[in-house]
């Protein structure tokens, strides 16, 4: 094993792998905190898209040029048929 094996080289692998460990803490740590603040944004838009549909909602019967844009939300808030859901497989008899 002493003519494969070479200390120098190890030490350097092993120095290596704790600097990369301590990068990856950091970028997890990060990642979370992006995936945090991307939810939160995503509630932010969220809502205020639905503050705006309703207030179009509202004034469309007002003010007719307000159709094309209401026209142009409603697939985004149209109601989803309720899935089906099937009843699992028989097992097969012995």
Known sequence: MAGTFK???FT???DLNAQLNEIKSVVNDLMLKL???LT???QDLIAASN???G???D???EDPTLTPFLDEMKPFYAKSKKAVVSPPPTP???
């Open 51 to 53: 503050l705006v549909y």
């Open 12 to 14: 350097k692998d092993f």
């Open 40 to 42: 939160l944004v995503g």
């Open 7 to 9: 200390p120098e080289e």
């Open 35 to 37: 995936d945090s603040t």
């Open 59 to 61: 004034s469309e019967k």
């Open 92 to 94: 097969p008899a012995k």
């Open 55 to 57: 207030q179009l909602q």
